[in-house]
């Protein structure tokens, strides 16, 4: 090989071997980046907190009751209280408790897709209303001969007589008790009734200035029929009163006496778990559970990608170390010859 050609082969090869070493730091470079991307999914998924089950002692609380004749009367709250009377009773406690009673209530029922239908009278039928798959009486065919508490129109006219008592500015109360004080039978026919699924008489006016009304919605099915019937409810009746509160020495209440009586109750204790609280918890907890393995995978999907991106880099490094070696090894072989031809060439003109 010629000097010319040996210094053209040499240039070339530095030069190839200049772009493998610029490629291999651009390749260092990215590997740095994706190892930087990969530390910051890392201290994402360190910097998390682990949703945490709820316990059912977190909402379990102590109640405490006590006997008042038959009643049992349940506390709901105890403050603390620093209370003397006239008569110098000092009470350190304020008190509210209450007990469940069943009460005679009218009650609204709201039918927001009534469906509410007229049949019109064929020959020998009088046409009637439906509402859904239920027809509909009117209260004037009742016969009102039998008002004892157990006949058909006085159990109506007790169920009318709580109705009117509750919901007095309806149009229902106000037929009734054109009815009852005035005796006005024809009112009796705007008052139409039918029995549900649950065996209670649903009581509702043919019409009304307002739109909840058969008429009304009969010819809006949009509107919501209101119709009504009486039942047993049973509601909590509440009291707050001073109170003297013994404890035991672990804190637990024993007895009470509220202000104005002389009589000592015995207190019992039970645990109580507020399970819709601990069910909303719960499902609190799934939605966080959830949330926390869906960002888990998400990082480990992105982790996946970056591993995969740096092994495809770290082999295109071997790759390129490898052709660095191979051409260092020729560059030191063109290396031998131009020195050689240098040699030559000197040795030529020595002699």
Known sequence: ????????????????????????????????????????????????????????????????????????????????????????????????????????????????????????????????????????????????????????????????????????????????????LNGDVSALDNIYMWTDNSNEVNFVSQTASTDDSLEACRQNPSYALHSYYADYQTTNKELSKYGIIEYDPSGRATSLQLEGSSVVYDLQATSVTDDNAYQDAMNQYNYAQQTYEKKVQDINAKTEQIQTEDRTLELRLKALDTEQNALQTEMDAVHKIISKNIEGTFKTFES
Not at 44 to 52: F, K
Not at 157 to 172: F, G, M, N, V, Y
């Open 1 to 180: 090989m010629g000097m010319a050609a040996s210094q053209a082969r040499w240039i070339s090869l530095a030069a190839r071997k200049t772009n493998v070493e610029y490629e291999g730091q651009q390749i260092n470079q990215a590997r740095t980046a994706l190892a930087n991307q990969s530390s910051e999914l890392w201290n994402q998924l360190y910097g998390m907190e682990v949703p945490t089950a709820p316990s059912t002692t977190d909402f379990t609380t102590t109640q405490y009751t006590f006997k008042n004749g038959d009643s049992t009367q349940t506390i709901s709250d105890i403050q603390n209280a620093d209370y003397t009377d006239v008569d110098g009773i000092n009470y350190n406690s304020y008190v509210t408790y209450y007990s469940q009673i069943s009460e005679y209530t009218g009650i609204r029922n709201t039918k927001s897709n009534p469906q509410v239908q007229f049949v019109a009278p064929v020959e020998g039928q009088e046409g009637y209303y439906m509402v859904g798959t239920k027809k509909l009486s009117c209260l004037n065919t009742v016969d009102r001969t039998d008002t004892s508490s157990t006949g058909s129109w006085g159990t109506y006219s007790a169920q009318l007589d709580q109705i009117a008592k509750d919901w007095p500015d309806t149009q229902l109360a106000k037929d009734w008790q054109n009815y009852r």
